[in-house]
């Protein structure tokens, strides 16, 4: 349906409703005003009545009788009944209603009806009452009139509706001719302009005859003018083309197959597009959204896209204003980031590198209640020999560190690490042969804890993977990979294993495990703990299980869940970087903790932050107030050491 009809139709249909509206709204009107006059009718005709019934002179019955009759004989009235004051019928005449009486039609009467008004009043001899007089009036004459005005209105409505409808079909013919003319003649010309049997600038644009059509009669003469210059339209158009392909369609980033291609020409040491030869060495950054699904779920898709494209203007904006000549920032995939720096020396690109990490920390959203999202940072350097894939290992490598770490802090790799990142099939067959061949180990590490009312000594451990020539890998390499491969569980619960069968072999020893938060996701994993924990019963009283704050947020059920199973059973939970979610305080008090650590860096920055001392005191505070010791990460100077000791913080010494 065109857009006219379209319109004509609507139009058509809210006239239809305001005569129809109008209709029903006068037979309305006139309804209530014949109702009205039928009251009306029938008050005076009762009242004009009963004055005359009560004068002394027309006392007898007779007179009565005959006044009454001669106005129920006036074909007015339907009924009129006089009562005595006992309630008797001195007089009554009346006749039946039938609809079909008058002129209007029985359904008619019935689809309208008319109210029978009934008046009354007394009648009197002086100071004595002689009875009660009833007038009913007849509506018949009234419905008559009613039916009448509706015949007119309804004719009234029916010749506008006619005369609406001829106007439409009227309307519709004219504007078709004139439109076809219109664009005939407009078509026509091009036709012409585009064989060459005109001149250029010969065809004049023709004017319309309807002011509606200008726009399109100007649009199809531009068409006409364009015409002329196809082939470089053509031309910009596969250009535009090839940029398209080149970019995200959420950022307008280039994406990873044009990243790839400059970071190739890069490494090869070719010219750039001024021909100038471009930088050998410089630093490529590697962030990644570690939540952008939770983000998608949280804010929904279409704001998780606008919120990337603002995050990526602002680092773009952040680049041209600091980065070098020829930076490029591109998206590799849906959750990672890349920034190739050429040229540009360490302290630079650092420089750089922590201006873009500020934009980001102010840009994070919440992902829940107390949850915000997550960057991981990996930053390397690259010189001439790298190649493509020894660059992207080496940051993946880096991504995995600072996921593992779970801090948000940059992971940088020189040129001259160690290679030995492989991919994640590679991965997973290396985890799953060292699972088979029980490869895996415990490394132990004794830390010493002073404070002001006693000193503890505590073991931590942490998971190795002895590679087949005899290597070891540490978690922090292996274990990443193993929780995006929904491994974590079974190497968790096999540290475990390790764990309590070191606490049998060193009598009297405290032996903390880390525990990952994705395993509590894992259905068996609980259970498969329990177990183990039940079989120790000599040794478990003696362990200490470790589990990043995060997880009060983001797994309370599930945290929750196993702290209570630990400590029904003897064994003592302890929390880890308490300092990064605060939102975890008010969850403490359902938790038989044993302990939690705080950062030292955070520890160090409350000596200078009044609102960073402030929050220290309360989590030091409220640990306590639980009876939950507090612990110390890391070193710090010795004045805060002393200070944090003074507190009742238990502080690492050598």
């Keep these: 349906m065109s857009l006219l009809k379209r319109l004509l139709l609507t139009v058509s249909v809210a006239i239809l409703i305001i005569l129809s509206g109008t209709l029903a709204l006068s037979i309305h009107a006139a309804r209530q005003y014949l109702d009205g006059q039928l009251q009306s009718q029938s008050e005076n005709a009762v009242s004009a009545l009963a004055l005359s019934l009560s004068q002394p002179a027309n006392q007898d019955e007779v007179t009565r009788e005959l006044l009454m009759m001669a106005l129920f004989d006036s074909g007015q009235f339907r009924a009129i009944s006089l009562t005595g004051t006992e309630g008797q019928t001195l007089f009554e005449r009346s006749h039946p209603d039938t609809p079909g009486n008058g002129v209007a039609p029985p359904w008619f009467a019935r689809l309208l009806p008319l109210r029978v008004p009934v008046a009354q009043r007394a009648i009197s001899d002086g100071w004595k009452q002689v009875g009660n007089l009833s007038v009913t009036v007849d509506n018949t004459f009234a419905r008559d009139a009613l039916w009448s005005s509706s015949i007119r209105m309804g004719l009234l409505v029916l010749v506008a509706g006619g005369l609406w409808a001829l106007s439409v079909v009227g309307l519709l013919s004219w504007f078709s001719r004139v439109l076809r003319e219109e664009i005939s003649a407009q078509v026509?010309?091009?036709?012409?302009?585009?064989?060459?049997?005109?001149?250029?600038g010969a065809v004049a644009p023709l004017r319309s005859k309807v002011a509606e059509l200008t726009d399109v009669v100007h649009a199809i003469?531009?068409?006409?003018?364009?015409?002329?210059?196809?082939?470089?339209e053509q031309t910009q158009r596969i250009e535009s083309l090839e940029?398209?392909?080149?970019?995200?369609?959420v950022t307008m980033l280039p994406n990873r197959k044009y990243f790839m291609n400059?970071?190739?020409r890069v490494l090869q040491g070719d010219v750039g597009a001024d021909g100038q030869a471009l930088p050998v060495g410089g630093h490529v950054l590697l962030f990644r959204q570690r939540d952008l699904q939770a983000l998608n779920t949280y804010m929904t898709r279409a704001p998780a896209d606008a919120w990337l494209a603002a995050m990526a203007e602002r680092v773009g904006l952040r680049l041209a204003a600091e980065g070098p000549a020829g930076t490029l920032l591109a998206r590799l995939n849906g959750s990672d980031f890349i920034v190739l720096m050429p040229g540009m020396e360490g302290p630079a690109a650092m420089h750089v590198v922590q201006q873009i990490k500020h934009d980001l920390q102010a840009l994070r959203q919440p992902i829940g209640p107390g949850q915000w999202c997550r960057w991981a940072y990996a930053l390397t350097d690259y010189d001439s020999g790298v190649t493509v894939s020894e660059l992207l290992s080496r940051l993946?490598?880096?991504?995995?560190?600072?996921?593992?770490?779970?801090?948000?802090?940059?992971?940088?790799?020189?040129?001259?690490?160690?290679?030995?990142?492989?991919?994640e099939r590679q991965w997973q067959q290396t985890l799953v042969q060292a699972l088979a061949e029980e490869r895996l180990s415990l490394q132990v590490a004794a830390q010493n804890y002073a404070a002001a009312s006693a000193a503890v000594q505590r073991h931590e451990a942490s998971l190795t993977l002895q590679?087949?020539?005899?290597?070891?890998?540490?978690g922090a390499l292996f274990l990443p990979v193993a929780v995006r491969l929904g491994m974590s569980a079974t190497f968790d619960v096999r540290a475990m294993q390790l764990g309590l069968q070191w606490l049998q072999q060193h009598a009297g020893a405290q032996l903390v495990v880390k525990v990952s938060l994705p395993s509590l996701s894992d259905d068996s994993f609980l259970p498969q703990l329990r177990a183990l924990w039940e079989q120790a019963a000599d040794v478990r009283q003696r362990l200490w299980v470790e589990l990043d704050a995060h997880g009060l947020v983001a797994y309370a059920e599930e945290v929750e869940a196993l702290a209570s199973a630990a400590a029904a059973l003897g064994v003592h939970v302890g929390l880890r970087r308490l300092e990064h979610e605060p939102m975890a305080l008010a969850r403490l008090h359902l938790l038989p903790l044993a302990y939690v650590k705080l950062g030292s860096d955070f520890a160090q920055q409350a000596t200078t932050s009044p609102g960073s001392q402030h929050l220290l005191q309360a989590m030091v505070a409220t640990a306590q107030a639980l009876q939950v010791e507090v612990y110390l990460a890391?070193?710090?100077?010795a004045e805060t050491a002393q200070a944090l000791q003074a507190q009742g913080v238990h502080v690492p010494v050598a």
């Design 188 to 200: 026509m010309a091009i036709g012409a302009t585009a064989s060459g049997a005109t001149a250029p």
């Design 221 to 232: 003469s531009d068409t006409r003018e364009r015409v002329r210059a196809t082939a470089q």
């Design 243 to 249: 940029v398209e392909l080149n970019r995200d369609q």
């Design 262 to 264: 400059e970071l190739r």
């Design 396 to 423: 993946d490598q880096g991504l995995r560190r600072s996921e593992s770490v779970g801090q948000e802090e940059v992971e940088y790799l020189t040129d001259a690490a160690p290679r030995n990142t492989v991919s």
């Design 467 to 474: 590679e087949a020539d005899g290597a070891l890998l540490q």
């Design 634 to 637: 890391g070193s710090v100077d």
